[in-house]
Nanobody, 122 residues
Framework: QVQLVESGGSLVQVGDSLTLSCAGS????????IGWFRRPPGKEREFLAA????????YYADSVKDRFTISRDNGKNVVSLEMHSLKPEDTAVYYC???????????????WGQGTQVTVSS
C-alpha cells in the first residue's frame, strides 16, 4: 500500500520559518518525483514545488520560489519543504504527491498524502 504522510504543519507567526516533511512508503520512492501543493481556505489547490527523483531538478511556483526550498533524502524516503518569511496568505493545508516527472501536471500525480495544516498568524 502506497502511503505519503506529511508532517510538520503548525501555527506560526508572520515571518517565521517552518519545514514540512513528506515520508513515503510502499512505492519506489527513488523512481518518483515529489511535488508539494497547498489548498488555502476557500481556494483552489495550487502547485508550490517539485523535485526530481534524483534531487537534481527542482521547480517552483513563482509565488514561493524566493522563500521555499524543496529537497529530498532518498535514503530516508523523505522530501522536505523549507518555508521562510511566512505570511498570512501561506495559511493552507499542504499536501505532497508523487508523479513520474517533476514537470507533471496535477492530474498526473498518482499518490497524495492527507495533508498537514499550516496557519500563519499575524
Amino acid at each position: 500500500q502506497v502511503q505519503l504522510v506529511e508532517s510538520g504543519g503548525s501555527l506560526v507567526q508572520v515571518g517565521d520559518s517552518l519545514t514540512l516533511s513528506c515520508a513515503g512508503s510502499g512505492l519506489p520512492f527513488t523512481s518518483n518525483a515529489i511535488g508539494w501543493f497547498r489548498r488555502p481556505p476557500g481556494k483552489e489547490r495550487e502547485f508550490l514545488a517539485a523535485i526530481s527523483w534524483s534531487g537534481t531538478g527542482t521547480y517552483y511556483a513563482d509565488s514561493v520560489k524566493d522563500r521555499f526550498t524543496i529537497s529530498r533524502d532518498n535514503g530516508k524516503n523523505v522530501v522536505s519543504l523549507e518555508m521562510h518569511s511566512l505570511k498570512p496568505e501561506d495559511t493552507a493545508v499542504y499536501y505532497c504527491a508523487a508523479a513520474p516527472s517533476p514537470l507533471a501536471v496535477p492530474q498526473q500525480y498518482k499518490y497524495w498524502g492527507q495533508g498537514t495544516q499550516v496557519t500563519v498568524s499575524s
